[in-house]
């Protein structure tokens, strides 16, 4: 199937009640997994870079970063029969963020979440505008998560929830594809002191006053198997903690269309390959050696598909 437009893929979410993962990678394993799993649920699939991704894919050069992540997804896109997007992740960096259109992103996001209403609306409407032209569609996000964002810190939690009447008016100023409204959550695998809430209710209002396909940042579970089994082979978690999967499936039925993935995929590579390695010690080809753990990212990435509703979507 073509490598295609997310707007494509989360307008149909937004129709038929259901959503999409947006999941992060690095390098060719995490895609090799992304891809798999999603054949395998006949699911659409969103892949997400980071600004640091692109670099890192780069060796610095962001350019040549974004033109190896649209070629390596585009190629596999071409040969599976399944929807597949790629996608900026908090784009804050003009200049990567249109190296990345340029290269032939599906889509990015503008993060000016920082940023005052007015600015965050002046910044977001310069890339819809740049973007829309060369048929790359773009998120934003209103109010602001706590936690880690790309390795720079967020501060404070109930004063950056998202304004449901600012959003109203952000989406028709904008004219942004979809919405990552801040509804509690937050970024890394330590999202929560106590007991893991989501502001449904405002959630709900932001759905109903725009109608846009909405984002979930910071929505990784952290799932307790997978923490066991990286401390079991020395990992350090104490203390990590997500959204607990029942409700992200709630988050869905109030409007959220696309749930972001990345902690749980790292925890799961991680936790397999230590495994690995400590029951082969002898091992050095990393052919061998990633393949287990690649496997459990694609077990981690089906149960997601099957939790958000968007197996047998594709």
Known sequence: MPYVNTKEILERANKEFYAVPALNINNLEFLQAIIDAGVEEHSPVIIETSEGAIKYAGNGDIKLGAKLFVSMVESYARNVDIPVSLHVDHGKNFKIIMAAIQAGYSSVMIDASEFPFE??????????????????????????LVGIEDNVAVESHEAALVDPDEAKLFAEETGVDFLAPAIGTSHGAFKFKGEARLDFARLKKVKDLTGLPLVLHGASSVPEDIKKLAETYGADFKGAKGVPGEILAESVKFGINKVNTDTDLRMAFIASLREFLSKNPGEFDPRKYFKTPKELVKNVIRERLRLLGCSNKA
């Open 119 to 144: 600015k965050n609306v002046a910044e977001t409407k310069k890339i819809v505008e740049i973007a829309h032209s060369l048929g790359v569609s773009v998120e934003a996000e209103l109010g602001r």
